[in-house]
């Protein structure tokens, strides 16, 4: 059963780091994209980001390039997407999802983050 | 960027009827690069339908996915309690990906 695992829910502080982790399981980590996409509360879906672990090619929205890094480690099938200095404008919900070139086929539960001073 | 736009905003429909959504992008897009997502409140997406007309597994036949270029559909032939959600269309293309805002399928 293929499994998208997130951490927990954050409270930040703006101007804090912060790094999320969502951890596969039930199928081959390095073949297979995963993306990171922002639900703001009450609002829609934003692709953010995408890497392929199996070589780290990443690629932006241009609306977050610059303003996350995505990473993953094969060894542990895990991605990660990080901020160095967060905003309250950050405050949402964060999902990974899994799937081919095209399209997500799993999803994680979802990271909230709450961003405030 | 490609840029997509979904109609209408709110369907509001009783169980039974048919429903129609619309997904327009600002240009042509491949079908095998058009999917569908389906959420409920206080959960995760998921994957509904891709490559424009193929069912993702476990996703009923009463749902179905159509178009071309620039102007994709997604019918669901009789709505089923379980169907009330929001309803995202996601293309990819240039190694982006965008979605657009959603329809909203609600209880008349």
């Known amino acids: 059963e293929v499994q998208l695992v997130q951490s927990g829910a954050e409270v930040k502080k703006p101007g804090e780091s912060l790094k999320i982790s969502c951890k596969a399981s039930g199928y081959n980590f390095t073949s297979h994209w995963i993306g990171w996409v922002r639900q703001m509360p009450g609002k829609g879906l934003e692709w953010m980001g995408i890497?392929?672990?199996?070589?780290?090619?990443?690629r932006y929205s241009p609306s977050f390039q610059g303003q996350v890094t995505i990473s993953a480690d094969k060894s542990i099938s895990t991605a990660y997407m990080q901020w160095s200095s967060l905003k309250a404008s950050d405050t949402a919900m964060y999902y990974c999802a899994s799937g081919g070139s095209t399209a997500f086929d799993y999803w994680g539960l979802g990271t909230l983050v709450s961003v405030s001073s | 960027e490609i840029v997509l736009s979904q109609s209408p905003g709110t369907l509001s429909l009783s169980p039974g009827e048919r429903a129609t959504l619309s997904c327009r992008a600002s240009q042509s897009v491949s079908s095998s690069y058009l999917a569908w997502y389906q959420q409920k409140p206080g959960q995760a997406p998921r994957l509904f339908i891709y490559g424009a007309s193929s069912r993702a597994a476990g996703i009923p036949d009463r749902f179905s996915g159509s178009g071309s270029g620039t102007d994709f559909t997604l019918t669901i032939s009789r709505l089923e309690p379980e169907d009330f959600a929001v309803y995202y269309c996601?293309?990819?293309?240039?190694?982006?990906?965008?979605f657009g805002p959603g329809t909203k399928v609600d209880v008349k």
């Open positions: 890497i392929f672990p199996r070589d780290s090619e990443t």
């Open positions: 996601q293309q990819y293309g240039n190694s982006l990906f965008t």
